[in-house]
Each structure stands twice: as structure tokens, then as C-alpha cells.
């Protein structure tokens, strides 16, 4: 059994920068890419990140590009997502994922964290 925790978010005003980890239990996720989506009430979930197992590969939702920045600690099973440059548009409940393939689809992800809010005050 694989969990997936995410930190604690909050709130932040815009231009504010936040942290975000998402540690992983039950067993080591060995070759598993992570990664981030988020989704505000009534609209789809939306991938914002995701870092290979190596973390020599990442990709990002052009939204968050040059602001976001994904990395992992493998001896920890931590993912972090390091949110710089907020906007209030960036307000929405995280989560983070693994998969075993390196993809930006949300239905190829198989382990997912509870999620944790994160919103940007404007």
C-alpha cells in the first residue's frame, strides 16, 4: 500500500512564494515519475508539474513556467513543487501523484495525496 502526503499549503498574498512537499509511504516509488496537479471548484483537474524518477527530466504547464519549480528527494520519497511569483490564479487545492510513466495525464497516474489548499490573496 502506497500513501501519498501532501504538506500543509496556505495563504499567501500574490508575488509570495510557497513550498510544497508530498511524501510517500508504504514503499519506496522506485522508477516512479511524481508530480502536481491542482483543481479549483468546478473545473478540471489540471497538470502543473511532474519530475522523472532520475529528476533529469521535467516538465511543466505553461502557466507555471519560470514561477514553479518541481524537484524530489528519492532517499526521502519526498516531491516538492517551490511556487514563486503567486498569482491569485494559482489558487486551488494541490495534489500530488506517481505514475510510472513520465506523462502530464492525470488518468495514468495510479497514487494520489489527499491534497492540501494552497491560495493567493490578491
Known amino acids: 500500500q502506497v500513501q501519498l502526503v501532501e504538506s500543509e499549503g496556505g495563504w499567501v498574498q500574490a508575488g509570495g512564494s510557497l513550498r510544497l512537499s508530498c511524501a510517500a509511504s508504504?514503499?519506496?516509488?522506485?522508477?516512479?515519475?511524481m508530480a502536481w496537479f491542482h483543481q479549483t471548484p468546478g473545473k478540471e483537474r489540471e497538470f502543473v508539474a511532474a519530475?522523472?524518477?532520475?529528476?533529469?527530466?521535467?516538465m511543466y504547464a505553461n502557466s507555471v513556467k519560470g514561477r514553479f519549480t518541481i524537484s524530489r528527494d528519492n532517499a526521502k520519497n519526498t516531491v516538492y513543487l517551490q511556487m514563486n511569483s503567486l498569482k491569485p490564479e494559482d489558487t486551488a487545492v494541490y495534489r500530488c501523484a506517481a505514475a510510472t510513466t513520465y506523462t502530464d495525464l492525470p488518468y495514468l497516474y495510479e497514487y494520489w495525496g489527499q491534497g492540501t489548499q494552497v491560495t493567493v490573496s490578491s
Open positions: 508504504g514503499r519506496t516509488l522506485s522508477g516512479y515519475t
Open positions: 519530475i522523472s524518477w532520475s529528476g533529469d527530466s521535467t
